[in-house]
C-alpha cells in the first residue's frame, strides 16, 4: 500500500478489526505481571494499530512495534504516532531478516497474506518473531476480488501490454480451492500450535465510486509499468470492472455509483508458537 493519507482515511474493514480484537483478545496468552510485547506486521499508517490493537493490551505493557514493508507508511506513522514504547520500524516478511527484530510475545498480521506471494517464508518469519509460548492472530483475504478485476482488466486492449505479468502479481492462495486447510497446514508445518482456523464472510462498504476509485489508487502495484499521464483512465476502468465483478457474488450487496461494497470472505487463524 501507498498513499498513507488516503488509506488512513479511507480503510473499510476498521469495524471488523475493532470487532474482531474484541473477540480475540481473551485467547492471547498475556502474562501475569502485563509487561507484554506486541509486534503488528503490517501495520500501514499505524490507525489501526493504535485505534484497535493498543486498547487491547495491559495498561503497563512493554513494547508495541509497528512494521511494514513501505516506507511511505511508516514515515507517517511515526510522524504521528509513535511515543516512548510505540514504535515504528520498515521490514518485509516474505525477505526481511528477522534478526534485525525483537522477538516478543504476541504478533497481529492483519489484512496482509492475501498481498504475499510467499506465505511459508512469511510464516516462518512470524514464527522466528515470536517467543516460546507467543501467540500470533492472522486475518487475510484468500480469494481477493480485486484480484479478478485486475485478470480480467488485463485482457482489455488498452491495458494488456501493461499487463502481461498479471499472474505474477497475484498471491498464489488466490487460486487454491482450499485455502484454510492450506492455511492450516502450513502453521502446522513450521511447528505451530493450538491452532485454529475460521472463515467469516462479509462485505466492506468502500465509499461511493469515487472514494472507491480513490482506494484503488493505494494498491501501489495495479499502476507499475503504467505511465502517470494514463493512472486516471486506469483507476476508472478497474473501477467500472472492479464492481462488475463485486455485484457478479451472490448475496454481495449490490454496488453503484452511491456505494461500492467489496465481498471478502475472511480467514482468521489463531496459534501459538
Same mark, same amino acid.
Given at each position: ?8 482515511? #479511507? *480503510? ?5 478489526? @475493532?470487532?474482531?480484537?474484541? !473477540?480475540?483478545?481473551? @485467547? ?9 510485547? %506486541?509486534? /503488528?506486521?503490517? =501495520?500501514? +499508517? ?15 505493557? /512493554?513494547?508495541?512495534? +509497528? ?50 506471494? /510467499?506465505?511459508? *517464508? ?8 515470536? *517467543?516460546?509460548?507467543?501467540? =500470533? ?8 476480488? #480485486?484480484?479478478?478485476? #485486475? ?9 494488456? *501490454?501493461?499487463?502481461?505479468? &498479471?499472474?505474477?502479481?497475484? &498471491?498464489? =492462495? ?14 502446522? @508445518? ?16 468502500? +465509499? /461511493? ?15 507499475? +509499468?503504467?505511465? %502517470? !499521464? ?10 467500472? &470492472?472492479? &464492481? ?28 501459538? @508458537?
Amino acid at each position: 500500500m501507498n498513499r498513507p493519507e488516503i488509506w488512513e482515511k #479511507y *480503510k473499510p474493514h476498521r469495524q471488523y478489526v @475493532k470487532t474482531l480484537m474484541e !473477540e480475540y483478545k481473551t @485467547k492471547f496468552n498475556w502474562s501475569a505481571d502485563g509487561r507484554d510485547s %506486541l509486534m /503488528d506486521i503490517g =501495520c500501514a +499508517g499505524g490507525g489501526i494499530t493504535i485505534d484497535y490493537i493498543l486498547p487491547i493490551m495491559p495498561t503497563n505493557f /512493554d513494547r508495541l512495534i +509497528g512494521v511494514d514493508i513501505s516506507e511511505d507508511m511508516i514515515a507517517y506513522a511515526q510522524k504521528m504516532h509513535s511515543k516512548p514504547n510505540i514504535e515504528f520500524k520498515t521490514f518485509n516478511i516474505e525477505t526481511g531478516n528477522t534478526g534485525e527484530l525483537p522477538q516478543v510475545d504476541h504478533i497481529t498480521v492483519l489484512y496482509v497474506f492475501h498481498l504475499v506471494h /510467499d506465505h511459508d *517464508k512469511a510464516l516462518s518469519n512470524v514464527y522466528n518473531l515470536l *517467543k516460546p509460548g507467543g501467540d =500470533c492472530l492472522i486475518l487475510f483475504i484468500p480469494q481477493f476480488r #480485486y484480484y479478478t478485476a #485486475y485478470e480480467q482488466l488485463s485482457r482489455h486492449p488498452k491495458w494488456s *501490454k501493461y499487463m502481461k505479468s &498479471v499472474k505474477d502479481a497475484i &498471491v498464489p =492462495c488466490y487460486f487454491s480451492e482450499t485455502p484454510e486447510s492450506d492455511f492450516e497446514q502450513l502453521l502446522k @508445518k513450521h511447528r505451530f500450535s493450538s491452532v485454529e482456523i475460521a472463515t467469516d464472510v462479509s462485505s466492506y462498504h468502500m +465509499g /461511493d465510486v469515487n472514494i472507491f476509485k480513490k482506494f484503488i489508487t493505494t494498491v501501489y502495484h495495479f499502476y507499475e +509499468g503504467i505511465p %502517470l !499521464e494514463e493512472h486516471d483512465a486506469f483507476t476508472d476502468d478497474f473501477a467500472r &470492472v472492479a &464492481v462488475n465483478v463485486f455485484n457478479s457474488i451472490a448475496n454481495n450487496k449490490q454496488s453503484n455509483e452511491n456505494g461500492v461494497y467489496l465481498p471478502v470472505t475472511n480467514l482468521i487463524a489463531f496459534a501459538r @508458537k
